[in-house]
């Protein structure tokens, strides 16, 4: 069974600042997927980033991109320039590569706070 | 990226009551899967649901309590039933795009039994 492990329940961060989201994982797998989710009080699940276990590369979507530590089974995310609307919970993921279909295994959650 | 439909968005309901959770799929889905977000915790797999086929549950959800029909490839439904206080939640309808590995979700339900 996979484990998601975020250690951070609280985040705050200043308007335009950096700020990073830490998640290590526990998985027998080699082939897997890793996602970054954002869940404003809206309730909807947005998912930010995607990285592939076989991809070395970090994964980047705008402002968004992860350190991918593969060996030491880490995946965190960065955020630049943070904005107001980046205010909502962060859950990373974990999900299974295979035939047929795979289900996310998720974190706790990240609370992240951007203020002006 | 699929356009997941769900409502209602939110109720309040009567304790030992039922409640019917709609998901509708703009494009055809082979899976879709239910979670529960308890508040303040993470998302929990109750169930995947096939096409024609009963659904698979998670340990600690049964289909007594989360009936779930998926009669075709683009809509499913998940009821709680015989409502507690215990089930007031959050629940989400996920699709995942076939083979894609990558998985979208409803706007959520949220749930309050009184």
């Known amino acids: 069974a996979q484990t998601v492990t975020q250690s951070q329940p609280e985040m705050s961060v200043q308007e335009a600042e950096t700020v990073t989201l830490s998640c290590t994982y526990d998985t027998s797998e080699n082939n897997y997927y890793l996602f970054w989710y954002k869940q404003p009080p809206s309730r909807q699940m947005i998912l930010v980033i995607r990285?592939?276990?076989?991809?070395?590369q970090n994964a980047t979507e705008n402002r968004f991109s992860v350190n991918f530590q593969k060996a030491a089974k880490s995946f965190s995310l960065k955020i630049s320039d943070s904005q107001l609307g980046d205010t909502a919970m962060y859950f990373c993921a974990f999900m299974k590569q295979g035939s047929g279909y795979s289900t996310l295994t998720f974190g706790k959650g990240t609370m992240l706070l951007v203020s002006p | 990226s699929a356009v997941i439909s769900q409502k209602p968005s939110r109720d309040i309901c009567q304790r030992g009551t039922s409640l019917t959770i709609q998901c509708q799929v703009d494009s055809q889905v082979t899976m879709m899967f239910w979670y529960r977000q308890q508040p303040g915790q993470s998302l929990t797999l109750i169930a995947t649901?096939?096409?024609?086929?009963?659904?698979?549950?998670e340990s600690g959800f049964v289909i007594d309590k989360f009936p779930i029909s998926r009669p075709n490839l683009t809509f499913s439904t998940l009821t709680v039933s015989n409502m507690s206080p215990e089930d007031s939640s959050i629940y989400l309808c996920s699709v995942e795009e076939t083979g894609a590995f990558r998985a979208f979700f409803g706007q959520g339900t949220r749930l309050t039994v009184v």
């Open positions: 649901a096939n096409q024609g086929s009963e659904a698979t549950y």
């Open positions: 990285q592939e276990a076989y991809k070395q």
